[in-house]
């Protein structure tokens, strides 16, 4: 196996040592130590060199090592030519070829994966570089586009004063990308020509980052881990971590953005004046949460020139989306605006420690939700059976459905409608807002019910999702954000539906979804029972009638 970093070598040790089930980004990344981003980054890097591959379980990616193939050997063919240009051509390719051979083995020694290693001209041209080099710095071909201007300075004047065979060590900040640095200790001597004249310089990086890490950074990120464990609410947390987030980087304005089913949404944000960016920087967040990396934009940069126009706040000099990540996808980010003009990597690790933090309460939040939900949905459907069991009257199978389900369920409000000469007509509702309520018989929502009856399916929809965009307004106006519609079905006909409102974003899994749609059965049985006991009796009095009439003749 090819030589690894640190971090390379701690996963590959994790997953050599665990069984399969505990392989997977979560687990990992408690294991190792390291921010999802971190070791998400690193997963990619071994499967990519072929050391690791991975199977998915579910949506969740469980990975292995995979064993190395052979290359199959590949023998030339020979081209018939005559002696002199043979000749020529087997010295030339002799020549190439222990080039190449050299050039191959010092790579090989040269590409310590901690280590960076290259070399500069007199111009600060990179001519040389090893991988970890290219890794960090990929398409970097000039040190003027890492380095500040002043840093560079400081390089030619050391440069210029070095003679052949002096070694010089002076600390750095290496440019990762916009206004996030990482310091190096780096080791500089002189290249020089066949004439003993100075052409250039090796540079060897020791990165500092890890050593850069202070008791005061680790105690922040503890009180966060703390928060995470103890917090009563999400909005608790998102108080506590973006508290903590100021210590770690002072920022001016902070948001955090959650993602639900395509939709991005403002959870959390520290001023209310931020609230309004997303449509102008979703671009930028998006592809924060695409890529699943930190993305930072400088002055200059479209996306902060905007913000600081919108903002009318000159003040600002670098923003940054630190993804939060779940498994191999994010669901929502942090963003930060800050006056500095730039931010060590260090400090970007820390921050996504942080967001890891967050994404591990709102997991835990969200599957906490969907089995108190999942046990909702069974209470209903039990209490749904004993009030459809206990009474055959029409009006009061409605009115004690709709009481009961919405009780069960946790919904404010409800309503059912039945279909009445190919017209759904408002029935019985209950708690509806004298607004909804008017419009609801009034029949407003006939393109929202339309949705259902193409569907033949229920209709469930939360403010996290973007269909809620396109709602009524009065639907968002009076607060509501869980809309659950029911088709009431006898057979494959659907005769109405009971249509629920929450001011409460609730979640469901496709099992309770399942196990609600039962509840639109239940209730078009009962419905259809009735009605036919109705018809039945109607027949039996018209029979009893007709044999008076007869006696009566």
Known sequence: ??????????IVSYIKSHPPEDCMLDKITRGTSRSRATVLKYLEILHAKGIL???FVGRSKLWFLKQSIPEPEIIPEFIDLDTQETNELFSAASRLHTLRSKEMELKMLIDSPDTLIFTISMYMDIVAANNAFDTFFPGRRNLREIISTEQINMLENVIRSLRLKDKVTIEINMIEKSGVYRPYKVSMQPISDENESVIGSVIIGEELSQSRRTKRELETLLSIAQAASSARSEEQLMEEATGSIMDIIPYKYCTIFLKDNGNIRSAYETSESTGKLFSHINGFIEKSMDTLETKSAGNGDFYLENVKSLLEDTSLSLMLSIPIIDEDSAIGSILL???LTSVSSVNIENVEMAADELSGYLKMQRLTSEKE???????AMNR??????????????????VKSTIDSLGFEMGCIYLNDNEELTLRVHRNLPEGLKNMCMAGMFTD??????????????????????SLDPAIKTNGIRTLLILPIKSGNEIIG????????IKHY?????????????????????????????????QDTDAVKNSKDL
């Open 337 to 339: 605006l800050t006056t």
């Open 509 to 541: 899994n496709n099992t309770s979804l399942e196990n609600l749609s039962s509840i639109g059965l239940q209730l078009g049985l009962a419905l259809e029972k009735s009605r036919l006991a109705i018809k039945l009796k109607a027949e039996s009095n």
């Open 497 to 504: 539906l009971l249509n629920m409102g929450s001011r409460h």
């Open 384 to 401: 749904i059976s004993t009030v459809l069991n206990s009474t055959s009257n029409e009006d009061e199978i409605l009115e004690k459905a």
């Open 1 to 10: 196996m090819e030589e690894l970093s640190n971090t390379e070598r701690r």
């Open 53 to 55: 591959s991975y199977k």
């Open 448 to 469: 929202l019910f339309s949705k259902t009856l193409e569907k033949k399916n229920l209709v469930y929809i939360t403010s996290d999702y973007e269909e809620y965009n």
């Open 373 to 379: 939900e999942f046990a909702n949905t069974l209470l």
